[in-house]
């Protein structure tokens, strides 16, 4: 069975941290692997795709990491800020976009 | 970059009435285009994918006569709710891709349903 996992499902950091967001899944015959941010009551903004031939991706403050051997997807956010603060989601391509339940982020100030 | 808009953003319906909710792709043609229902905490579940001129194929579990799908054109994707029940009431998404198929699924903002 496909299946998406986030760890951990909640996290609270102090302003000026660097995130670290964990995404695991179970097949790895993917076509790629997107990660999204989703504000409270709001839709899904697109943050970063990996294709499956790729490794790695990076926008801005954003690098996310893909290592299908292992299964296994990083979301790296650095010097965090209150603004970041919101539920990030990974998907993965598998034919159907199949989600993990979110890390939900508090920066604090 | 792609936009994706649906209508309306909101509703509050009545228990047993039928609520429409429209997806449209603003700057691109959408070969596929997806919905998704959301619960409060939960992830995103797919309901169904909709294909221009084609019916929808829907997921396990979904009923296809509650969630009517129509994809009339390749840029608007509509979906029905019908004979609505409090259960039913969540933030359904759509999204929609284009002509290359594996590519980023666009998504829509969504729009919050709620039955009484």
């Known amino acids: 069975k496909q299946e998406v996992t986030q760890i951990p499902a909640a996290l609270s950091v102090p302003e000026g941290e660097n995130l670290v967001l964990n995404c695991s899944f179970t097949?790895?015959?993917?076509?790629?692997l997107q990660w999204f941010r989703q504000d409270p009551g709001k839709g899904l903004t697109s943050l970063l795709l990996?294709?499956?031939?790729?490794r790695e991706q990076t926008s801005g403050r954003l690098n996310a990491s893909l290592d299908k051997s292992s299964g296994r997807s990083t979301l790296y956010i650095a010097a965090s800020q209150p603004g970041d603060s919101a539920t990030y989601l990974c998907?993965?391509?598998?034919?159907?976009?199949?989600f993990g339940a979110g890390t939900q982020v508090v920066v604090t100030p | 970059g792609a936009v994706v808009s649906q209508h309306p953003s909101w509703v509050i319906c009545k228990s047993g009435t039928s609520v429409k909710i429209e997806c449209r792709s603003l700057d691109f043609q959408a070969t596929t285009m997806f919905w998704y229902r959301q619960f409060p905490k939960q992830s995103l579940m797919l309901m169904a994918t909709s294909n221009e001129g084609s019916k929808a194929t829907y997921e396990q579990g979904v009923e296809k006569d509650k969630f009517l799908i129509n994809h009339a054109s390749l840029t608007l994707s509509t979906l029905t709710v019908t004979s609505a029940h409090p259960e039913d009431s969540s933030f359904y998404i759509c999204?929609?891709?284009?002509?290359?198929?594996?590519?980023?699924?666009?998504f829509g903002p969504g729009t919050r349903l709620t039955v009484l």
């Open positions: 999204s929609a891709i284009g002509a290359r198929g594996t590519d980023t699924q666009y």
């Open positions: 998907a993965v391509f598998w034919g159907k976009l199949q």
């Open positions: 097949d790895s015959a993917i076509y790629n």
């Open positions: 990996i294709q499956s031939s790729q």
